[in-house]
């Protein structure tokens, strides 16, 4: 699904006027209508005291709709203008009017603070002051009044965005934002939602088609991707009935210390678990009855050195070879990525410990082949790239590391992002269950498996990150989150997979 900004929506906006001959009002009736629908299907005509807070802009013309619907199907509802300016837009004042013909109960204007009604823990708040036309921060009684909302404990439902949020920058230090439980958005979800700093705010969302113009939203440009489960399957390759082992592939897992094979085992698991035809693995010496005992399936090699490595098996034949969990950043692991670097002629994943040996020495950088994938979390992504002042920030500098290099960069994380020079790919599967050790060792394995299997690295880097994510919410359904344990994302992989098409 695509992302789009703040000012394509308006563009979607005015075309879907022009095309489908609704004036804006009735486009906002639309939209608004279908936020009534859904709050309506949930509180089946319950007795909440319902407050809703309207800016005097469009968002809060969506407000006084909602508001509407709501008197009219018997609610107890009490509506809030919060008077930030006196530029109302055209549609909140015909809307203000419609409110007045379906209630004698006129809206409460709120000027200050001495306005600002009482909010208990039971009420059900609807936030429709900003959207996205917000331009700059809440400031002065209108942040008390976030707060003042905040601080209440009541249900919260955002109306497009909450409030204080913008669509499409960070919202700066200590900004005022609604602190919503649910989030209704139009259309397409918009991109802070899924940023580590913003992500909070939202709450549970789901996308309203408010039916934007079609063939304007299929040819607008968007950089940035939501993947989810339709996105996902298009990029899946079904088995042949008439195939064997080499047809998917020979990942090479590079990794272990003393201490730390579990690393690789999880990598190798994981990849012969996502459907790779044969799996080796270059361990040092001491992990060498773990995992032909763990593992059965996978072939091993060892390296001279006992318990660290310090070579690169070059004249092995791999269809991809993945390098780093649990190597650790001596002198011995940095000779062995460099030895790989200097020889391999076959796709690279880059992960943990590699990544911080890359950022140890920046040198190596310049020998990754192209379409390398690395994928670091955000402390490893700040040892390689340096820090940033915000998420905003990060992508830039992700994003001109990524065509420096061109190299593929998975940064992980609640939301992970793909990103292959200005294209961004924001997965939307996973859960707080994957935030467990050894988690990131599985991914690295998923990925390894795709591209030996003949998926493109950025396809397979994002097919990867969903599976995995849904592997974990396999795993979780079973566990709870607090049960997940890395090794069963690995081992559920095989139903994430089918789940794709069935
Ligand atoms: N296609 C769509 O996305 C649709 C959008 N609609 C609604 O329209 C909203 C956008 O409406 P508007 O463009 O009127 O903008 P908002 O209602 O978000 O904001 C109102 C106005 O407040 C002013 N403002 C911005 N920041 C301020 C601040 N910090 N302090 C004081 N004033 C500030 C700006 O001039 C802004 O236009 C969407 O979020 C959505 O709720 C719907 O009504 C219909 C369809
Ligand atoms: N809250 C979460 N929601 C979704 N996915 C998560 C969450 N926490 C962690 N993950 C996923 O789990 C993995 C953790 O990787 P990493 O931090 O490298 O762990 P480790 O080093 O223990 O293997 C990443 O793929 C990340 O996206
Ligand atoms: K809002």
Request: glycine share 10%; net charge negative; with cysteine.
């Amino acid at each position: 699904m695509k992302i789009l900004s703040a000012e394509q929506l308006s563009q979607a906006d005015k075309e879907t006027i022009k095309k489908q001959e609704i004036s804006s009002e009735g486009l906002m009736e639309r939209a608004a209508t279908l936020v009534f629908n859904e709050i309506h299907k949930r509180l089946e005509g319950a007795p909440i005291p319902i407050k809703i807070f309207c800016g005097i802009g469009n968002n809060g013309g969506d407000g006084l709709v909602i508001a509407r619907h709501l008197v009219q199907h018997g609610y107890h509802v009490n509506v809030y203008i919060v008077n930030y300016s006196d530029k109302r837009s055209d549609d909140f004042l015909s809307n203000y009017e419609k409110l007045k013909e379906v209630t004698d109960d006129w809206p409460e204007m709120i000027k200050n603070e001495a306005n600002f009604p009482e909010i208990r823990t039971g009420d059900f708040v609807i936030d429709a002051i900003f959207g996205i036309g917000l331009n700059r921060p809440i400031e002065g009684w209108v942040a008390k009044l976030v707060e003042h909302i905040n601080n209440s404990q009541a249900f919260t439902l955002a109306i497009d965005m909450p409030s204080g949020l913008f669509s499409d920058k960070a919202p700066g230090e200590n900004a005022s934002i609604i602190e919503a439980d649910f989030t209704l958005s139009f259309q397409t979800p918009k991109l802070v939602f899924f940023l580590p700093a913003t992500m909070d705010y939202v709450g549970n969302l789901q996308i309203l088609d408010i039916g934007l113009d079609k063939q304007f939203l299929a040819k607008v440009d968007s950089n940035y991707r939501l993947i989810n489960k339709e996105e996902a399957i298009q990029l899946y390759k079904p088995r042949k009935t008439n195939t064997h082992k080499g047809d998917y592939g020979h990942a090479l897992i590079i990794g272990g210390s003393y201490g730390k094979i579990g690393s690789v085992l999880l990598t190798a698991t994981s990849a012969l678990r996502t459907g790779s035809g044969l799996c080796s693995l270059y361990i040092p010496k001491c992990g060498y009855d773990i995992v032909q005992t763990a593992l059965p399936e996978a072939m091993v090699l060892t390296d001279k050195e006992n318990h660290l490595l310090n070579a690169y098996p070059n004249t092995f034949d791999a269809d991809v070879v993945c390098f780093g969990m649990g190597v650790g950043t001596s002198n011995k692991a940095k000779a062995a990525l460099e030895d790989l670097l200097n020889s391999v002629n076959s796709p690279v994943v880059i992960d943990a410990d590699g990544l911080n040996l890359l950022a140890q020495n920046k040198s190596l950088i310049d020998l990754l082949p192209e379409n390398s994938v690395l994928t670091p979390h955000p402390g490893e992504l700040q040892r390689l790239i340096g820090s940033w002042k915000d998420d905003f920030e990060k992508l830039e500098l992700v994003r001109s590391f990524s065509k420096k290099y061109k190299i593929i960069v998975v940064v992980k994380g609640a939301h992970s992002f793909i990103i292959q020079g200005d294209n961004v790919y924001i997965n939307n599967s996973g859960n707080p269950g994957m935030a467990t050790a050894g988690s990131g060792d599985v991914l690295s394995g998923v990925i390894t498996s795709l591209i030996g299997q003949g998926y493109d690295p950025v396809i397979a880097s994002i097919l990867g990150v969903f599976l995995h994510g849904r592997s974990g919410d396999i795993a979780a359904k079973e566990m709870g989150f607090e049960g997940v344990l890395a090794g069963e994302i690995a081992s559920n992989m095989g139903k994430a997979i089918k789940e794709l098409y069935t």
